[in-house]
């Protein structure tokens, strides 16, 4: 993508009309640009998701500021983030490299491997309550009784359960992104480093990683903000609970909108929960430096 | 494969691997075997594959051997009592909705992504610029925070319980990505074929549909696979924006069924299978189309 070719491109020809974009345009405004402004309108409203929509200052915000609800859905929220990455990176970028080399026996595991891309999040969540039920799933199937535990029912254990079930669904996919990555890397560095004698431990920290960093970007971006989108998943396999242990943010916004009928609130929690992506997000691109499709967007 | 079986993992290996250059065949480096690596693999594959066993397995159970019998062995006599019953179920209705509300999203996303992302790469202009920042700000958005306004707005239209309400959100969320993934694609579609063909005299609208389409086809053929994925799995919109078992999708009919047989364990989990062995049969067809494209698609 250089510069001079598209200033040549630009002194040649017109380029097609804008008009070609507005149906994309279009949707897109309409089913998710305009629903964000009103994501941010109804926070200020009160509305039982039937009746009329009254304007209603900020009631709805002192209700989900003060609600200690709230803060302990951040906070789930902040730990299945926090610990869905340090378990899936590492993981994705180790199998990604695995199943990136030529082996036969590696591409056939590859191919189980991504098994769990196919299935919907209810059916995982499906799957494995009846697999982690302590009488008639793995525990009691493998007589271990270290396996046979109230996975879903102690409310000290279920935040790791659902940790492991999304990282169950998720590796697979970051995985691919990660696959993918390597096999763009340059055979050449690889030999280079053979000559001056590096093994598999110095060419992957030395060859490997810095090699992947936009890689590690996109998926650790994907991964951080689609951690706040894990909701399906949560909802089916505890419903939020025990109590509220595994209520995080997404599925409290589901639950005080369409449970509990207050849609002003639930909007509150919308717009926080928009405001946590963006701020994610920036940050992160700030971290690693400019990513390619910012680069792309700049070279265009 | 069989050098990983044979083999016993030395103790003091996987601790710190030998660094020393060796002589290569081919692939980078790659020809000591990774004892690690491959111990790592084969775990990986056991944590995927029991749960998918265990429910395949239990699935073919009848109740009373799912209760008596070892929940990790096969069934002493397998029955298909329980796809029996999951089809009884109106399961063909629900997979005739799932059908309809992909395809009704997938194509028209398509489309319109294609020509935007056409527009994008060809075209200069500022709204073009624009229009593509906004895509590229709605990945970084956790969209599902709008369901709110969207159930609003599709209450509103009197589209509530529609499939039409599935789809029309359902093409609006997949256009960001779709929109970068063809972008990708179509930056590397060689600039002299456009100029060529436009000193023939061709339009942008005819070069669109006769050089960037069958340039970026496998590109489309991904996207498509990769949106379809997204929609045939869903599970938030079906959940908020219908509620009768006429519109009801399959991944929905998974939780009501659930909830309406929690008792019969080994049916739940045939209507898990059912509704995964679709697309398994396009993994299975399309594999290779759809992983390559997935990694081309973000690791570019």
């Known amino acids: 993508m250089s510069t001079t070719s598209g200033s040549s491109r630009r002194a040649l020809q017109p380029g097609p009309s804008g008009w070609l974009a507005a149906p994309a345009l279009a949707f897109f405004l309409l089913f998710a640009i305009i629903p964000l402004i009103g994501v941010l309108f109804l926070s200020f409203t009160s509305w039982d998701g039937l009746g009329e929509i009254k304007l209603d200052g900020l009631s709805s915000w002192t209700t989900v500021l003060t609600d200690p609800v709230t803060g302990n859905a951040l906070l789930v929220t902040a730990k299945i983030m926090f610990f869905s990455f340090i378990i899936q990176a590492p993981i994705s970028l180790l199998l990604g490299v695995f199943t990136a080399a030529g082996q036969k026996y590696r591409a056939a595991l590859a191919v189980l491997y991504f098994v769990p891309l196919l299935l919907s999040s209810a059916a995982v969540a499906i799957a494995f309550k009846a697999l982690l039920d302590p009488n008639f799933g793995l525990g009691a199937g493998l007589g271990l009784p270290i396996l046979a535990q109230e996975w879903l029912g102690n409310s000290d254990l279920v935040l790791f359960v659902v940790v492991f079930v999304i990282a169950w669904q998720f590796v697979p996919f970051h995985t691919l992104i990660y696959q993918g990555g390597v096999r763009q890397i340059p055979a050449s560095l690889y030999e280079a480093a053979q000559i001056d004698g590096a093994g598999r431990v110095q060419q992957f920290f030395n060859i490997t990683l810095p090699q992947l960093k936009y890689t590690i970007i996109t998926s650790s971006t994907l991964m951080v903000v689609g951690s706040l989108a894990y909701f399906d998943l949560v909802f089916v396999l505890t419903g939020g609970g025990p109590g509220y242990a595994t209520r995080l943010l997404p599925l409290h916004m589901y639950l005080t909108g369409f449970k509990a009928n207050d849609m002003g609130a639930a909007s509150a929690l919308g717009v926080i929960l928009v405001a946590i992506g963006l701020a994610l997000a920036l940050l992160l691109q700030r971290l690693g430096g400019k990513n390619r499709n910012a680069s792309q967007l700049e070279g265009a | ?300």
């Open chain 2, 1 to 300: 494969m069989a050098s990983i079986t044979q083999l016993p993992v030395p103790p003091s290996a996987p601790a710190r691997p030998a660094v020393r250059p060796r002589p290569r065949t081919k692939g980078p480096g790659r020809t000591r075997p990774n004892f690690l690596g491959g111990l790592g693999g084969w775990l990986w594959l056991a944590i995927i594959i029991v749960p998918v066993y265990y429910v395949v397995v239990t699935s073919l159970k009848n109740q009373a051997g799912f209760f008596t019998s070892n929940p990790m062995m096969p069934p002493s006599e397998p029955t298909l009592d329980n796809y029996k019953l999951v089809v009884e179920n109106d399961f063909a209705r629900y997979f005739a909705n799932s059908l309809i509300v992909t395809v009704g999203s997938v194509v028209p996303a398509l489309l319109v992504s294609f020509m935007a992302a056409y527009a994008i790469v060809r075209g200069r202009s500022r709204f073009l610029s624009w229009t593509n920042n906004l895509f590229l700000l709605g990945l970084a958005i956790p969209l599902h925070a709008t369901i709110i306004p969207i159930y609003w707005m599709i209450t509103r239209a009197h589209l509530y319980d529609t499939l039409l309400a599935l789809i029309l959100p359902s093409i609006a969320f997949a256009i960001p990505i779709s929109v970068l993934i063809l972008s990708n694609f179509m930056r590397d579609v060689p600039n002299e074929l456009f100029e060529s063909m436009r000193l023939d005299g061709c339009s942008d609208w005819a070069m669109m549909w006769r050089l960037a389409l069958p340039m970026t086809r496998p590109a489309v053929v991904t996207v498509g696979i990769y949106n379809a994925l997204g929609v045939w799995n869903g599970f938030l919109f079906p959940l908020i924006l219908t509620q009768s078992p006429e519109t009801r999708v399959l991944p929905l009919s998974l939780w009501t069924f659930q909830g309406e047989f929690s008792v019969n364990i080994p049916a739940v989990l045939a209507a898990v299978v059912l509704a995964t062995l679709p697309l398994l049969v396009v993994y299975v067809i399309a594999r290779r189309q759809l992983l390559s494209g997935l990694t081309a698609g973000f690791s570019k």
